[in-house]
């Protein structure tokens, strides 16, 4: 059975494989049973593919093409890889002692953005220094095309399909059309661009899927809870779109 | 025509491409030329056509960047030589060019395109062994890349603390230059080429011209043990 490769961060990880985030524990509460399916799994079952997913919310683009490193010997030919990229200013940092919390295997990276607070790990100083670094110049998002180089040619060359896609408008979306315009940008004929009508955190990317009837938990929950990840019809519209896109 | 692609910092740079006053004051010595550095000598031995993207002061993300830039350049029965450098280099974008800077350990001399502090905290952080780690992580990558297009790669490193510590069995494996050399803790491979007669410049310039690099010599000798050691593993080299 062929499988369907999954690399990227909340987005794509999904709401199963942590069930320790409190928005989730409040949304599974709100509708009273298990959480609908994540669209990853609703593009696999269509596509008749074993879906091996590898997101890993709060992942910095670095730490998403390590993992894709991690696990790329497991690959094959007419497998499908599915790569979303994140928001620029995250970035990985090296856990030193003696800030280690218990129970946790050392060495590890810890994630860190322009949400992180009072990390004990970096100089709050640091951490406003490197993030203004990398949302300020274009060359954080070169880095991530140069990843995507290395990505196709191993694609090429072990005969998988690769397919990208972004959270941050900055990566991919700020293309110009003629380059957008590859089939490894999925939905890149339905991205919008410049709708004021759909103005997000998620960027262009998720004002398409809303664009399209996908809602994020706040949106279907009337915002009782407090999560602005996609909802039932946002995962169920984004695999829907995938899978049109792919099957093309 | 096959090729030698060669990846690294001013330890595999081409003289002409880095024209910082040293090499200018070396070559000056020399009455004028520039000597063959070990990309040359060794290309020349294999017959190879030679594509050197070496940058002076450039740190592992650079290295690893650099190729992953020209990696559709590669073709199959082509070698790549990858120098790993100091794991504390590091990459930031220089506010008023608006292009790369290349830091690490030390004093920033003046430089404001990031604050001291911040500078401390990145290079004391990066010497973590995850960073060290990470270079392994690309080398995998290369690796299957290597083996699915049919490119030969070879690593070494200019940093004691990549690809030294890595358990003896392991560093026979052929694609590490020069890994059966037995290396003494807190050395590199530079120490082999020393005991060799190779010189650097300030010793080829009789102390004239204060610089550490490699001079004509020690280039020469490193070129000669790289491609004694790739003959010895690839048997289409004559």
Redesign the interface.
């Known amino acids: 059975m062929r499988s369907l490769y999954g690399f990227g961060d909340s987005y794509t990880q999904g709401h199963f494989l942590n069930d320790t985030f409190k928005p989730f524990i409040q949304w599974k509460e709100y509708i009273g049973k298990e959480l609908p399916p994540v669209w990853i799994d609703i593009l696999g079952n269509k596509l008749d593919m074993n879906v091996k997913n590898y997101g890993s919310a709060g992942s910095s683009n670095q730490e998403i093409f ?1 993992t894709f ?2 696990n ?2 497991e690959i094959k030919k007419d497998d499908i890889v599915i790569i979303n990229w994140t928001y620029i200013d995250r970035f990985r ?2 856990a ?1 002692p003696p800030f280690t919390p218990p129970n946790t295997a050392f ?3 810890k994630k860190i953005s322009s949400s992180t607070l009072n990390d004990k790990d ?2 709050e ?2 951490r406003i ?2 993030i203004q ?1 990398r949302v ?2 274009d ?2 998002v070169e ?1 991530v095309y ?2 995507q ?2 990505i196709d ?2 694609s090429k ?2 005969g998988f399909d690769v397919y990208y896609w972004s959270a941050d408008p900055s990566i991919i979306y700020s293309l110009s059309k003629e380059i957008l315009n590859q089939k490894k940008y999925i939905i890149n004929d339905l991205i919008i661009f410049n709708d004021e009508k759909y103005i997000g955190a998620g960027g262009y990317f998720f004002e398409t899927i809303s664009h399209h009837g996908g809602k994020t938990v706040q949106e279907e929950t009337n915002y009782e809870c407090t999560d602005n990840h996609l909802g039932e019809s946002g995962h169920r519209v984004q695999s829907e779109l995938f899978y049109n896109y792919i099957k093309k | 025509m096959n090729k030698l692609h060669t990846f690294g910092c001013s330890y595999t740079q081409d003289f002409i491409d880095n024209k910082i006053d040293a090499y200018i004051d070396y070559c000056n010595f020399r009455g004028g030329t520039f000597p063959l550095t070990w990309p040359e000598v060794l290309s020349s031995k294999l017959n190879f056509s030679l594509k050197n993207y070496g940058r002076g002061g450039g740190g592992n993300n650079l290295i690893f960047q650099t190729l992953c830039n020209n990696i559709n350049e590669i073709k199959k029965d082509d070698i790549v030589i990858i120098q790993w450098t100091y794991v504390h280099r590091y990459m930031w974008v220089d506010n008023k060019k608006n292009n790369w800077s290349h830091f690490g350990a030390g004093p920033l001399n003046g430089d404001t395109a990031i604050s001291e502090t911040t500078h401390e905290e990145i290079t004391f952080n990066r010497t973590h062994p995850l960073y060290v780690n990470q270079v392994y992580e690309w080398m995998k990558l290369i690796d299957t890349l290597s083996k699915s297009i049919g490119f030969e790669v070879y690593y070494w490193s200019g940093d004691r603390n990549v690809l030294y510590p890595l358990d003896e069995g392991e560093k026979k494996n052929k694609k590490y230059l020069l890994g059966d050399l037995k290396i003494p803790r807190h050395e590199t491979i530079f120490l082999e080429i020393f005991k060799l007669g190779g010189k650097t410049i300030k010793e080829e310039t009789n102390d004239l011209v204060n610089d550490l690099h490699f001079g004509e010599t020690a280039h020469k000798i490193m070129g000669d043990l790289f491609f004694d050691h790739i003959k010895n593993y690839n048997t289409k080299i004559i």
């Open positions: 390590h490193i991690q790329c010997n940092w090296a030193m060495p590890f990276w970096i100089k100083q640091t220094d490197i670094n300020s110049y060359l954080y880095e140069d990843y180089k290395i040619l191993l060359s072990i």
